[in-house]
């Protein structure tokens, strides 16, 4: 009998890790501009960055800001005029991401691992920028609709307390047989770690200082991009581009 080859999970974060700001901050300046959200959206999601470009939260608490901001605004919106607006968004910020991780998807996919991408991001987002960049699946926040409106109600919110179980949940309704220990996880915040121990692979990237900690004691492959660089901080040498 012949033997199959187990595929090989690539499993990505988005904001942060492959698109050099957030998805859903970009999405809801493009929903002001389309006077769909009120101005006044787009000024709580500014004076929540500055309490965090003044250091005085965490990015991962900023962006939790962020997802309250959408929330509380979207109820009432028209489905088909966010979808229109969350079209020119990703058509617009859909090559604003970091070279090593969009070199490390071309490279992924030429060997045939299947590409996974996970957000907390809205999915009707998510889904769009996955696709320009050729991912097999996706997985993002669901908002509920009826009647062709947003009700302001999210359907799988507390999912994302825990993306290894998500990945889990994924690979079981999929029946994808799956070899984790030659699969590749890529992420760059705490919110990322039980999805980055479960792969063989692991990568944190760009990783705030709770990540940076932990993937030193596990002796995970850490890498920075700055500017024009990239860095690999295991033996603090440049790295060559996906040499």
Known sequence: MKNIAKKKLAIFDIDGTIFRSSLLIQL????????????????????????????????????????????????????????????????????????????????LKKQNFFLLAISGSPVYIVEK?????????????????????????????????????????????KKLDVDLKKSVAVGDTESDISMLSLVGQPIAFNPNRVLADHARKRGWKIVVERKDMIYSLEDFKIEKLLR
Do not use: C, M
Request: charged share 30%; proline share 1%; net charge positive.
């Open 129 to 173: 920028f996955a696709g320009q960049l050729g991912f097999d699946a996706f997985y993002g926040t669901i908002y509920e609709v009826s009647a062709g409106r947003f009700t302001g109600k999210r359907l799988n919110a507390d999912s994302f307390a825990d993306k290894k179980t998500v990945i889990k949940n994924f690979i079981a309704e």
């Open 28 to 107: 809801i300046e493009g929903l002001v501009s389309a006077g769909i959200f009120p101005r006044q959206a787009q000024k709580e999601v500014a004076r929540d960055y500055l309490a965090w470009l003044n250091r005085r939260g965490s990015y991962e608490n900023y962006l939790k800001q962020v997802i309250d901001i959408h929330l509380k605004y979207l109820a009432g919106a028209w489905e088909k005029d966010v979808l229109k607006v969350t079209r020119e968004v990703v058509a617009f910020q859909k090559d604003r991401v970091y070279r090593y991780t969009r070199r490390l998807i071309g490279i």
